[in-house]
Every structure is written in structure tokens, then in C-alpha cells.
């Protein structure tokens, strides 16, 4: 029963484009969403979160996009950098349970 | 200011014997949190700790245990290892949800990767 799902695990972008990475949720009770980032041998890094009550939220370069409705997530990086290359987690969770729903990940390569 | 500290890096064991693996949490943080991110699989919750005690427990048997110290570092013990419990595990630390605080961020260590033979 996969609850967060990256349909994608892998996406290559051109250095200086945007990377847009996906992520899907299947339970409505999820009302905080974030974004891990994580280099290998390394534990995952804090990226980015988003509470149910937005549908945006900016930090720099990265900007996360909820749509409730469609039960999906995005993590959108603008301008892409070579140090952006690594794998990308999208997590869920709910008050209560406190515990975070992984997805799979996306890995993210940056070309130059 | 030190982040999440996990130790060993790397541990080695046979089928049948026991793991213990560490977690120093951030300083200031009170919540611990398992983690087990398996080969070819995504990371899955084990076992979260606040203010010593138990408070949620992710789809693992019973030999996976663990506790929580008077200064919030934390143990994770796998008894009876087979092994699929091969796996990388990851500890993370957030300030204390109890009480009704609002989300917190987990930050996570580097984990521990063990190895059953």
C-alpha cells in the first residue's frame, strides 16, 4: 500500500532549466507535506515543506505546489545547478501519527 | 551546532544475533525517530520516541525495539536478525510534537548501515 508515490525515478535536466519533480498521495488525511533531498552515504537533507492549508510555498530556488484536489505535489528548482543533482524524497504525514510516508524518490541529474 | 549523530557507520552480523545501533539527537530536540530504508525500497517508519517513552511504531515485529535515554539519545535493537533486515537505518530528531505543537521538521542522521550475513 504505497500512500506516496514518485512515479518517476529518474529525471535529467539541462544546468539553468527548471526541474519539476512529482509526487502523488493517495491518503486525504495527509496535511503536511515536504521535500528531502539526499547525496549518497549522506542522510536525507530538509528541503522544503508545505502545511494543507497552502498551495504554494518558496524558498529561493525551490517552490513547492499542492493540489489537493488532484492529491499531488510538486517540487519545482529554478535555476537547476549541478549540486542539485541527487535523489529527491517527497513525504507525507498527519497530526497524530506523526510519522513521516516516504515516496520511492526521484534521482535528479543536472547536466551541464 | 551538531547535527544527528549515528553510530556505528557500518555494522556486520550473522543471522540469529542481536544489533544495537545509536542515535544522539540535535540539541534541543527531544523527538527520535527509526527509520528503514531497505534495498530497492523506500524509507519506512519504525518507531518514533518523545520524553523516553514509545509513542508510535511503524509495521515491524516485535524484535525490533528500542528506547530512549534521560538526555534523548536514543538505542534501536534488532534481535533475532534475518536477513532482510539488511538495510540502511536512519535516525532523525525534531522538537517535541507533544502537547499539540504544531509539525516539526525531522532532521536526520547518516545512518547506520547493517549488514546480515
Known amino acids: 500500500d504505497q500512500q506516496v508515490k514518485q512515479n518517476s525515478p529518474s529525471l535529467s535536466v539541462q544546468e539553468g532549466r527548471i526541474s519539476i519533480l512529482n509526487c502523488d498521495y493517495t491518503?486525504?488525511?495527509?496535511?503536511?507535506f515536504l521535500w528531502y533531498k539526499k547525496y549518497p552515504a549522506e542522510g536525507p537533507t530538509f528541503l522544503i515543506s508545505?502545511?494543507?492549508?497552502?498551495d504554494k510555498n518558496e524558498d529561493g530556488r525551490f517552490t513547492v505546489f499542492l493540489n489537493k484536489s488532484a492529491k499531488h505535489l510538486s517540487l519545482h528548482i529554478v535555476p537547476s545547478q549541478p549540486g542539485d543533482s541527487a535523489v529527491y524524497f517527497c513525504?507525507?504525514?498527519?497530526?497524530?501519527?506523526?510519522?513521516?510516508?516516504f515516496g520511492q524518490g526521484t534521482r535528479l541529474t543536472i547536466n551541464p | 551546532e551538531a547535527g544527528v549523530t549515528q553510530s556505528p557507520t557500518h555494522l556486520i552480523k550473522t543471522r540469529g544475533q542481536q544489533a544495537t545501533l545509536r542515535c544522539s539527537p540535535i540539541?534541543?530536540?527531544?523527538?527520535v525517530y527509526w527509520y528503514q530504508q531497505a534495498l530497492g525500497l523506500g524509507l519506512q517508519f519504525l518507531l518514533w520516541?518523545?520524553?523516553?517513552?514509545?509513542?508510535n511504531r511503524g509495521n515491524f515485529p516485535p524484535r525490533f525495539s528500542g528506547r530512549q535515554f534521560p538526555n534523548y539519545s536514543s538505542e534501536l535493537n534488532v534481535n533475532a536478525l534475518e536477513l532482510e533486515d539488511s538495510a540502511l537505518y536512519l535516525c532523525?530528531?525534531?522538537?517535541?510534537?507533544?502537547?499539540?505543537?504544531?509539525?516539526?521538521?525531522?532532521?536526520f542522521g547518516a545512518g547506520t548501515r547493517l549488514s546480515v550475513l
Open positions: 508545505i502545511s494543507s492549508i497552502k
Open positions: 491518503n486525504s488525511m495527509f496535511d503536511y
Open positions: 513525504a507525507a504525514m498527519y497530526q497524530g501519527a506523526q510519522k513521516l510516508v
Open positions: 520516541y518523545d520524553e523516553g517513552e514509545e509513542r
Open positions: 540539541s534541543g530536540h527531544t523527538s
Open positions: 532523525a530528531s525534531s522538537l517535541s510534537l507533544l502537547g499539540g505543537r504544531a509539525k516539526n521538521i525531522q532532521y
